[in-house]
Every structure is written in structure tokens, then in C-alpha cells.
């Protein structure tokens, strides 16, 4: 490649200048400095602010092409390069290579006990890093049964957007951002971003509204976030900076208008210290919030309340089951009153928060293991404040993905990956005609379901990097749907993968994408989806590379599944 020394010099006068003027034009410089980084490859510092910037904005693992620049290049450059490539490689799903930088970088650590340079990361950081690798190999291998939407520019924005908070029929979605479009406050904050204001978009079928400012009775100059919105969308619960970190609560009038927030009555905001989630039953007789309030078992932790007698009463921990010595937050009950999901810093994860469910067990009187929901739904970045929906087939949280506008943007989370409960009552009341006695056809229909079950999988074939289902395979996938419409005890199973080019986290997006991809094609011809499901596995192990560009497609006998 041409080396332009010159120009590179440049390049990085211009980006240092950006890069100082506002974080909001991080984007910006992120730009300059790959241009320059690109002009002359052999620049150690246009390369090494190249990474940098990666590391800080969206399309984090993009920053291990520059890093290992720098490190063939001049590897003293950066006490700490090792750890920022492990980084790099975490980001990227690429787990074992994060683990061989991550350990090189503990080596040269322990090499250098003395060294307190500001590039230096503590044993304690790449200890948890190397934990959080070691956690994700397991967790990627068992694949999730979710799917990641993006909900749309109306109500998204290239500034952060997150902790999503719906009605109970999913019409009304409030949700806080740093947005600069109708923002209370013309200025920004001491980190270049517009203060935190809340929004509000509403849905009519399937299309949210642009996303407005919720009025001024409830935002203010400064900071101001959503907590939680009731079941009929009339009552909100929102965080204040009072107490050191108070929950409050607004209620809408008949003409959509909503009332200056009042504290939360009773004993749930501690003196000096924060409650910064909450979750509260559709009848208003139990609570569920988050506080660093003395007596837990460390950081923030999960706790409990019921109300009596028109007041609540002293909250109680919600337990070890639950909590750790590190940050739990965002409670949520399902609609089963026994299942909760909660993010957490201390349960096995990829990094970070990471969304968790778990159980109350009556017999046990005890919560089970929470269980993560695994890759897509938890990345190695944050996950906060999963939102899910009253019939638990979808959710709502934010998170920085490669598809965003910019920073967080808010996603819907589909459950996909199981066959629904509406299939298990199909199959109950086929169980109910039967009888002792088998007719021809009935024995015909017998003898063809056996031969259809088998068979070889069909192997549903994609283009590089395409998640469209080909026109040669249309005519077999109208044939199993057909079959399948004509006998009710019959679903189908969709396994995607990908080939290994490119790294593992486009991998597992891709293959989940093709999952969808065949499933929608399914739904389209009329089979329910809760006789389908469909999962995306990654890179298929042991395939050539033009066998893994595929799905696989099942057709399975529902009754086997609940006898």
C-alpha cells in the first residue's frame, strides 16, 4: 500500500482538532483518524486512535485491525495494547483470541508490578475479562431462542436512546433520551451530550409515531428518566436526582396531560441513598426496585414490597438467589407471577449487564439459578431494563448493535425458539377424539407423517451474505407448509448457519437473520407461529464453506413433544 506521510500528518492535525472541540463529533474524527490511519499504514498513532475511537462508539471489534497494526508496528507503544486487542477480539464474539491477548497482557503486568503509567489496566479489569470470555464460550454455545428488532427512526435517534417502558397492550411506549430534537435544555451536559429528557411514541398496527418531548410538567432543565409505566399507560414512574436518587410518579388526566411528579409515599426511597428502577403488579399491591441502600450483599441490589392496607411496607432483599456482590437492577415480574427477569454485573455473563431470568419455586420457597437469555438478546455490552410483554412473547430494552443509528438505540425482542403453548393445546384436544380404533385413513396419514419424520432435513441454501430464501426452494418449503396446514400435529423446526468468513458476531447475526428469514417465509403461508420455531447457530462446525450458507428444515410430530 502507498505510504503519504504527509498527508497522514494532516489527517491527524485535523482529527486532533475535532476530536477536542465536542464528543458529539466523535463519529467525525473516528473518520479522520481511519483515513489517516489508511493513508499511511505505518502511522503507530493514527492507527492506535483509530482503535481507540472504535473501542468507544459502535463497531467495537472493527478496532483489532488497527490495534494489531500497532503492535507489529512498535508493541511498547501502549503498556496496556494487549489488553485493548483482548478487547477488541471480546467484542467480536472471537473469545479465544481475547483470552491470548487478555493473558499476555496479565503476563507483562506481572513483569512490570511497578509500572502505574495512565495506559496501564489493573489485574483486577483484565481478571473480570478473562472470567467474562471464559463465561461467553459457554453461554454463545447454547443458543438463544430470541431475536433482535430494531423498532424504527420515529422513534430511535442518532443520540442515546434507551430504558423503554410500555402499556400493557404495547400502544404507548415512553422512553428516555439525549436527544437534541425538542430537548427541554438548548444546552449540554459536561460530557457534550443533551441532557436526559422523556419521550413519548404510540403505536397504531404495527407502526410506532415520531417520537415527542412528554411536556414540561414532567421534564426539566436538567436530567430527567423513565422508570416504569403502568398496565393502563395512566401512572409513571420516573427517577429524580432528590435523596441522592428518588422515584417519583406522574399520573395522565383525561386530556393527556400528566401531572408534575410527586415522590413515591411509604418507605422505598432510602435516606442518602439511590432506588433507580422499579416494577409494580397490575393490581398496585407489590413492588419490585433497585437500591444500594445498607444491608444488601453488595452494589446495587433487587428488593421487594407489598402494600397494606393502602401503604407499603418495609421492603425486604428479594435474596442471594437473585443478587451478588456486585449491580443487579431493572426487575421484572411476568405475567405468571413467578417469573422474573432483572439484569445483573454478578451472574454468568458475557460482560457487563446481561438480562437474566429465573423462578420463584413454592415447594423450595427459594428463586432458581438465573438463567441468561443468552447472544443475541445479551452482547458484551449493557443490557438494562428488558421490558417484557404481558403474553412473554416479546420484549423491549436498548443496547448498541452494528444496525443503530448511533449509541443505543431501542430494539424488540422476540421469543421464537420454542413451540407455544397454543400447540400444546392443539395437540390436547387431537388427544381427546381419540379412540380405540384406527380407520384406513387414518392409518394412511399415520404411515405418511413416519415417512415425512424420516427423512433427511431440507436444506434451505443462501448466497453469500444474503438471508433471501432462493426461488429453487420455494416450491419444497409450499410443500411442507401445506402438509403441515392439513395436520394439525405437525411443526417445524428451522436451524440456520453461516460460513466462517467474517467475524463470529456477524456470523451468529447472519444466521439468525436466515433463521427468520425461512420462518417469515412460513408464516406467509399461513402456519401459526407457535408451531414454528427457528434458531440461529452460527458457524456449523466441520462443514465446507459453501455446505454452511444453509438451513435446515424439520418437520416435527408436536405430540412427541407433550406427552
Keep these: 500500500m502507498a505510504q503519504d506521510p504527509e498527508l497522514a500528518k494532516i489527517y491527524l492535525e485535523q482529527a486532533d482538532q475535532v476530536y477536542a472541540e465536542a464528543k458529539d463529533a466523535i463519529e467525525i474524527a473516528k473518520d479522520i483518524y481511519i483515513q489517516a490511519a489508511e493513508a499511511d499504514t505505518m502511522n503507530v498513532r493514527a492507527n492506535y486512535m483509530a482503535g481507540i475511537l472504535y473501542l468507544e462508539t459502535v463497531n467495537r471489534d472493527y478496532s483489532t485491525e488497527y490495534f494489531e497494526r500497532v503492535k ?44 502505574r503509567g495512565g495506559d496501564r489496566t489493573s489485574v483486577y479489569d483484565v481478571n473480570d475479562r478473562i472470567e467474562e470470555c471464559k463465561n461467553a464460550k459457554e453461554i454463545i454455545g447454547m443458543p438463544s431462542s430470541y ?51 422523556i419521550y413519548i411514541s404510540k403505536r397504531k398496527g404495527v407502526t410506532w409515531s415520531k417520537a415527542k418531548n412528554i411536556g414540561q410538567n414532567i421534564n426539566t432543565l436538567y436530567h430527567d428518566s423513565n422508570l416504569f409505566l403502568s398496565g393502563d399507560g395512566k401512572t409513571l414512574y420516573i427517577y429524580s436526582d432528590e435523596g441522592n436518587g428518588d422515584i ?55 428488593y421487594g414490597c407489598y402494600k397494606e392496607d393502602g401503604q407499603w411496607k418495609r421492603p425486604f432483599n428479594m435474596g442471594p438467589e437473585i443478587n451478588t456482590k456486585l449491580d443487579e437492577d431493572g426487575p421484572f415480574m411476568a405475567k405468571d407471577g ?44 449493557d443490557e438494562v431494563y428488558f ?12 443496547s448498541v448493535r452494528e444496525e443503530g443509528l448511533g449509541f443505543t438505540d431501542i430494539y424488540m425482542v422476540k421469543h421464537v425458539g420454542d413451540l407455544g403453548i397454543t400447540a400444546r393445546e392443539r395437540i390436547a384436544e387431537l388427544k381427546k377424539t381419540e ?41 419444497r418449503l409450499k410443500d411442507m407448509a401445506n ?48 408451531r414454528l420455531a427457528a434458531r440461529g447457530f452460527g458457524v456449523l462446525t466441520g462443514m465446507v464453506e459453501d455446505k454452511s450458507r444453509k438451513a435446515e428444515v424439520k418437520i416435527l410430530d408436536l405430540s412427541r413433544f407433550y406427552e
Excluded at 346 to 354: A, L, P, V
Excluded at 387 to 398: C, I, M, V
Design 483 to 530: 402438509f403441515v396446514k392439513v395436520h394439525q400435529n405437525l411443526g417445524i423446526q428451522i436451524s440456520a448457519f453461516a460460513s466462517s468468513d467474517g467475524n463470529p458476531r456477524y456470523n451468529y447475526e447472519l444466521s439468525n437473520k436466515r433463521a427468520q428469514s425461512v420462518l417469515k417465509f412460513f408464516l406467509d403461508q399461513g402456519i401459526e407461529q407457535d
Design 248 to 302: 417519583y410518579y406522574s399520573t395522565e388526566n383525561a386530556n393527556e396531560e400528566w401531572s408534575k411528579p410527586k415522590p413515591l409515599e411509604g418507605r422505598i426511597n432510602s435516606q442518602g441513598f439511590a432506588e433507580q428502577s422499579i416494577w409494580v403488579s397490575d393490581d398496585g399491591e407489590f413492588m419490585m426496585f433497585a437500591s444500594n441502600r445498607p444491608g444488601g450483599y453488595g452494589g446495587f441490589d433487587i
Design 387 to 398: 421490558h417484557p410483554t404481558s403474553d412473554g412473547e416479546r420484549g423491549y430494552l436498548a
Design 338 to 381: 413467578v417469573t422474573i427477569y432483572f439484569s445483573s454485573r454478578g451472574h454468568k455473563g458475557f460482560g457487563g449487564f446481561d438480562v437474566f431470568t429465573s423462578k420463584y419455586d413454592d415447594k423450595s420457597q427459594k428463586w432458581t439459578s438465573p438463567k441468561n437469555l443468552g447472544y443475541p438478546v445479551n452482547t458484551v455490552d
Design 435 to 475: 379412540n380405540n380404533f384406527v380407520t384406513d385413513e387414518e392409518l394412511k396419514i399415520k404411515q405418511l407423517i413416519d415417512s415425512v419424520l424420516n427423512i433427511s432435513a431440507y436444506q434451505v441454501y443462501f448466497d453469500v451474505n444474503s438471508i433471501d430464501v432462493l426461488p429453487s426452494h420455494e416450491e
Design 72 to 115: 507489529r508496528l512498535d508493541p511498547k507503544y501502549r503498556f496496556n495494547i494487549d489488553y485493548l486487542l483482548g478487547r477488541g477480539y471480546q467484542y467480536g464474539l472471537e473469545f479465544e483470541k481475547a483470552l491470548k491477548y487478555f493473558n499476555a497482557y496479565k503476563q507483562r503486568l506481572m513483569a512490570n508490578r511497578g509500572y
Design 147 to 197: 431475536t433482535i428488532e430494531h423498532v424504527g427512526e420515529d422513534v430511535n435517534s442518532s443520540w442515546p436512546d434507551y430504558a423503554p417502558v410500555l402499556n400493557k397492550d404495547e400502544t404507548v411506549m415512553i422512553f428516555t433520551s439525549r436527544r437534541q430534537e425538542e430537548n427541554t435544555n438548548e444546552n449540554v451536559d459536561k460530557d457534550n451530550f443533551y441532557f436526559e429528557d
